[in-house]
């Protein structure tokens, strides 16, 4: 209870599953065009979204998203394999060009490298790619 209301509470092993489904769409090994992988994370998450709709689960769908678009980070990462690759990409978002040598030299791991990537793929660009916000689409079509 909640201000004398019942609320609806995703159950954890619904949200395991979701999580699973996300890391299946967002796997960097597939070999899908970024195209469909836009399409396939897109009606996934829709409808999970409109699934559970009733339930309470804001705060679940804030780190939800964080989590999904580091993941979506990590996917552009491994795409551009080559330093001069992540250099010419990374340089076309206007960072300085000391930040730029930084971070495509960056010998760190796939998942520390998308972490880094926060200041060049940031949720505007994201969102500019076609991926929807977790978040902001269950604002939109909560009930409560």
């Given amino acids: 209870m909640y201000k004398e209301e019942c609320r609806f509470k995703v159950h954890k092993k619904s ?4 999580k699973n489904k996300i890391r299946e769409l967002t796997k960097r ?3 899908w065009s970024n195209q469909l992988r836009i399409k396939k994370f897109n009606e996934a998450m829709r409808g999970w979204i409109n699934y559970f709709k009733m ?3 804001k705060n679940l769908m804030i780190e939800t998203d964080k989590w999904a678009r580091r993941k979506i980070r990590a996917v552009y990462w491994k795409q551009w394999k080559r330093i001069k690759t992540r250099y010419k990409m990374i340089s076309k978002y206007g960072i ?3 930040e730029v040598h930084q971070m495509a030299c960056c010998r ?20 500019n790619l076609g991926y929807i916000s977790l978040a902001g689409y269950f604002m939109n079509v909560c009930v409560n």
Wanted: charged content about 20%.
């Fill in 15 to 18: 949200v395991a599953k979701f």
């Fill in 55 to 57: 339930a309470d689960m």
């Fill in 96 to 98: 300085p060009k000391w």
């Fill in 108 to 127: 760190k791991g796939i998942w520390r490298a998308s972490l880094m990537l926060n200041s060049v793929l940031t949720v505007k660009e994201i969102a």
């Fill in 29 to 31: 090994n597939n070999g």
